[in-house]
């Protein structure tokens, strides 16, 4: 009796996980079947003139955001949870802050003020007396630029998992660590931060998707990568082809990271057990030792954060976009309901599929999870293309069909919809949520699941009763950062969205799109300004602890108990 | 979590429905739907403007020309889109090249836009004109030190010319009408001696040009005329920047500066063909060809409207009279010669 409906059901969990996975792989597919296809002899092109500097700067970037942010992230995540310092509850939320400026609109700041025109250099110039060639100052428009810009943008990320991390792991893990002779330091390196390693990963690997994909703030840069490239080969040379069968050069290089790194862990584990943040003690820094911390921890709030958007603000005072505040109430409208709706989505699907993946780990569930983080890594504007042209496909079939049977057909009704633009935004961010509930469902150790189980608890009422509690970090945590993507995201915003619909990032893009940057930094400092209210809100009830609830502890006390 | 699912569901299914009646209902108006890569705020009133004159709602949709481009070719002959709005030429003659224009015949766009400046079969029509110019330094150049693109070659220029990527559709241009000049080869040469004078790795937008040659970075750059028209009226900075600069014109004694265009045409699948006519002959009109020109400091096509007071300030000027279609056609070679050149 039983059997044929728990059949019935992990069925129906399979054909959900594939049903979601095709949001990422329909799209995916569309860009792949241009690997046939014949790009009129611009691949030789590319290879004899570009394609070398291409790759060089796309690898140093990657590992050059990659290395500093996971410095910046994983030090300040250890810094704030385990130290007191001068500021350190300050610190706890504002790190999080950079999260809020779209790396483009960074990008655009810091080559503002620091190019040799912009007012740094002029004011050296004239207080000097300097004329061009008297003296050297660092290049923002430069790879290592655009990479200090990029990692004081995107260290959020790494901060945010890795904290998470911190904050669930047991502090009697620690305290044994201690007690077994090792200093902080040490309990740190060899205890602390291992654990938390899946979380440091997917925060690193985000970063470095984003960075791969990014087009935007490298190209403000000067810095040529694949990503620009295939935007310019699209673009310039009219070769979608060429263009998908680039992106898909950074396809296969996250594909390895991916597979390296679950290689590499395979037979570890990261459970954690009593997860109560109360009986952590911190230590408090010496002063020397706190203006160090406190050093590390601010300066890339000030370059990340306070730089950008004390320009834009005074940009917005003298010669603001005065179209943009009649405007603003109807586009953050229009942004917040589009970034709630899709967080939502993406947490909810996010889940389902790691939690399949969890109680029913077969093959093809663990390839629908695979795949459906993938779509992080190419670039906006191509997966647009890959979202606009399966969704096309479909529409197109369906009114063939139609018209052979009725000689009617209704014409477009999902493209050019907003829910068109909703699945476009699941292709695109589910990676997002979905690594990082992924990185939180490893640190649950599998006993709960077990005894879930042997009580005669089912798949989804150990989804809603056990995980759940637990996971409410994180699920907030994956709902803010694809909230803040959706809010900042661009390519398919403005290629897939209804008529007469704009958003906040689309009235930034028409104006610096036409080098009116002035006028856009009022846009600017309104999507600024809606990210900034989830991300702070949400960090700090992260820091309250007060996001974990009574079952769990409930379910740990008896598992210690027994 | 059951209900949170349903209702999310709901939503979905209610924004579904929401955007298919959206559509239904939009049948009851007459209407003419845009795909714009135009994106300035006077093109919308001028649009408010043609809505209270005749009674046609505009649907607008503004975003990338190439992803618009590929989302007209996708959606084939079910597309809504009756008009297409790019700017540059070479543009326009993809949009051509892949289908997506139908011939109009109208005699009053025929009187309206010269023949250089729209497709001889009636595909798209000129918009607006912006002349691409040199820029040289006040204390550091005298007058005819530089008078033609060419000279920007010049070895005598060497580590003084500041002008942005090849990326930029408007530079691709400017070497598509070189190859048209020049030939392939003499072309070609161009862009090495180019780079090989280059005060810098290209960089930054139009604007950044100017303010380089102001600041001290190069002595000549390159960029749009509307661009500097809009410095100076600008913030004061910029007018400053503006005011060390002197605005030349290229190739006054021989073909005439480089002029590109802003362009439209009607969708080959238009649903609302009749509504799209008018709304370029609206567009064409000697009212709007002001507006259009004023609002973004640019030249109007139409002969017989008005240019803006800060444009004719820079005199007038000869234009290089070859048919955008031709240097249009033009930019696929026009990129790889300057991939090749190290113009990056």
């Known amino acids: ?562 | 979590m059951l209900i949170s699912n349903f209702s999310s569901l709901k939503l979905v299914a209610t924004l579904a429905l929401f955007a298919a009646f959206g559509t239904a209902f939009a049948h009851g108006q007459e209407v003419v739907n845009v795909y714009s890569a135009r994106h300035y705020d006077t093109d919308d009133s001028i649009y408010e403007e043609f809505t209270s004159k005749t009674g046609i709602k505009v649907n607008l949709i503004s975003g990338g020309s190439d992803a618009l481009i590929e989302r007209l070719q996708r959606e084939g002959k079910r597309s809504p889109a009756d008009i297409f709005v790019t700017v540059d030429a070479g543009r326009l003659f993809q949009a051509e090249e892949k289908g997506i224009f139908q011939p109009i015949e109208s005699s009053f766009l025929k009187q309206q836009i010269p023949a250089n400046l729209r497709h001889p079969d009636g595909l798209w029509f000129g918009l607006t004109k912006r002349a691409r110019i040199i820029l040289r330094s006040k204390d550091r150049t005298k007058e005819g030190d530089i008078q033609n693109y060419e000279d920007l070659a010049d070895p005598k220029w060497k580590g003084k010319v500041l002008i942005r990527s090849s990326t930029n559709v408007y530079n691709q241009s400017l070497v598509g009408s070189i190859i048209e000049a020049k030939g392939k080869s003499g072309a070609e040469a161009w862009c090495k001696g180019v780079v090989a004078n280059m005060a810098r790795p290209p960089q930054g937008g139009d604007r950044d040009q100017i303010k380089g040659v102001a600041a001290g970075e190069g002595d000549i750059a390159v960029a749009n005329s509307y661009y500097y028209a809009r410095m100076l009226s600008g913030t004061d900075e910029e007018r400053e920047a503006a005011s060390k600069v002197e605005v030349v014109f290229p190739n006054q004694e021989n073909r005439g500066t480089h002029v590109n265009l802003s362009g439209i045409g009607v969708v080959k699948s238009a649903p609302n063909k009749a509504n799209a006519i008018k709304f370029i002959e609206f567009l064409a009109s000697d009212w709007a060809q002001g507006l259009f020109a004023k609002g973004n400091n640019e030249y109007p096509i139409a002969p017989s409207a008005e240019t803006i007071p800060v444009l004719r300030g820079f005199g007038e000027f000869t234009e290089d009279k070859v048919n955008a279609a031709k240097f249009g056609k033009n930019n696929t070679e026009a990129i790889r010669m300057m991939d090749r050149a190290g113009w990056r």
């Open chain 1, 1 to 562: 009796m039983a059997k044929p409906a728990q059949s019935l059901r992990s069925a129906c969990t399979l054909v959900l996980c594939v049903l979601i996975a095709s949001l990422v792989a329909v799209p995916l597919l569309q860009i792949l079947s241009s690997l046939g296809q014949p790009s009129g002899g611009t691949w030789q092109h590319l290879r004899e003139t570009v394609l070398p500097r291409y790759l060089w700067n796309t690898m140093f970037l990657a590992i050059g955001v990659g290395f500093s942010t996971m410095v910046m992230g994983v030090g300040a995540a250890w810094l704030v949870t385990r130290c007191r310092f001068i500021g350190s509850w300050v610190f706890e939320w504002a790190l999080l802050l950079p999260l809020a400026i779209p790396s483009y609109l960074l990008a655009y700041a810091a080559t503002d003020v620091f190019q040799f025109s912009g007012p740094v250099q002029t004011s050296l110039r004239e207080l000097f007396d300097w004329s061009r060639n008297d003296y050297w100052f660092p290049n923002a428009r430069s790879l290592p630029g655009a990479i200090v810009i990029l990692s004081v943008n995107l260290y959020p990320y790494v901060y945010l998992t890795t904290r998470a991390a911190f904050l669930e792991q047991s502090s009697c893990v620690r305290e044994m660590s201690r007690t077994l002779g090792l200093g902080p330091w040490k309990s740190f390196f060899r205890v602390s931060l291992p654990m938390a390693r899946p979380s440091i990963f997917i925060g690193v690997s985000l970063v470095v998707m984003e960075t791969l994909s990014e087009f935007g703030a490298v190209d403000y840069c000067a810095v040529d990568t694949l990503a620009t490239g295939i935007y310019r080969t699209w673009t310039s040379r009219g070769s979608l082809v060429a263009a998908s069968q680039l992106s898909l050069c950074l396809l296969g290089a996250v594909g390895f990271l991916i597979a390296f790194e679950s290689l590499s862990r395979r037979s570890l584990r990261f459970y954690s057990g009593d997860a109560s943040p109360k009986g952590s003690k911190r230590i408090q820094l010496s002063f020397p030792k706190g203006l160090v911390a406190a050093l590390f921890c601010g300066s890339p709030i000030l370059a990340g954060f306070l730089l950008p958007v004390t320009l834009f603000a005074y940009k917005t005072w003298n010669h603001g976009d005065e179209r943009a505040m009649e405007m603003l109430s109807e586009l953050g409208k229009n942004s917040l309901i589009l970034a709630t709706v899709a967080a939502s989505l993406t947490v909810l699907l996010g889940l389902y599929l790691s939690h399949a993946r969890r109680v029913r780990p077969s093959l093809p569930i663990r390839m629908a999870s695979r795949v459906s983080g993938l779509g992080y890594a190419i670039p906006g504007g191509v997966i647009a293309m890959g979202v606009l042209g399966a969704i096309l496909h479909f529409e197109n079939g369906l009114n063939r069909v139609f018209e052979s049977l009725l000689s009617w057909s209704p014409g477009f009704f999902f493209s050019g919809s907003i829910a068109a633009l909703i699945v476009a935004y699941q292709t695109r961010f589910l990676s997002v949520s979905l690594g990082v509930i992924q990185a939180g469902l490893t640190r649950i150790h599998p006993d709960l699941d077990s005894v879930s189980r042997t009580l005669g608890k089912s798949g989804f009422a150990i989804l809603s009763k056990v995980h759940l509690p637990i996971l409410k970090r994180t699920l907030l945590c994956a709902f803010m950062l694809v909230f803040v993507d959706v809010l900042k995201e661009l390519p398919a915003t403005l290629i897939l969205r209804p008529f007469n619909f704009d958003t906040l990032a689309v009235r930034v893009y028409q104006l610096a799109s036409d080098e009116r940057l002035d006028e856009a930094s009022t846009a600017a400092i309104a999507i600024i300004a809606t990210g900034i209210i989830p991300v702070i809100l949400l960090s700090r009830l992260m820091s309250r602890g007060q996001l974990i609830e009574t079952p769990f502890r409930q379910t740990q006390g008896r598992r210690n108990h027994d």
